[in-house]
């Protein structure tokens, strides 16, 4: 299962990121900027923001035992994890997908520079 902790060390390996709070929760930030990932009120799930919403009715119907929604994320691209669902290698992916979906070009080029 999946924790916090392993969501900040993910969110660690890229460049400008920041721990602070989003709604009052835990949350990962680019550079002061707004979030892209927050643990939720239930603190076994996270809101995570996707690229588009495309790509979250991918994930709601590719996983359902892993994402889900509530009405109240409707018409915008966030997806709701479950944590002791996702793998390793899920998360890592959804964490880089939401910091990119914030993050500035330079800090995508320094971040892709570095591979």
């Known amino acids: 299962m999946a ?7 993910i969110g660690k390996r890229f460049p400008g990121v920041e721990e602070g709070t989003w ?3 835990s949350a990962l930030k ?3 900027k707004g979030g892209f ?15 588009d919403e495309e790509d979250k009715e991918a994930l709601l119907q590719g996983d359902p035992d892993v994402f889900f929604t509530t009405p109240h994320y409707d018409g915008y691209p966030f997806v709701l994890v479950r944590l002791e669902k996702v793998d390793d290698e899920q998360l890592a992916e959804l ?21």
Do not use: Q
């Open 37 to 51: 990932c927050r643990l939720r009120e239930d603190p076994d799930a996270l809101v995570m923001r996707v690229p």
């Open 95 to 115: 964490v880089e997908d939401g910091w990119r979906t914030r993050a500035s070009k330079k800090l995508i080029a320094e971040h892709d520079g570095s591979d």
């Open 23 to 25: 709604f009052r929760t």
């Open 3 to 9: 924790t916090w902790k392993d969501v900040v060390a």
């Open 30 to 32: 680019v550079a002061g």
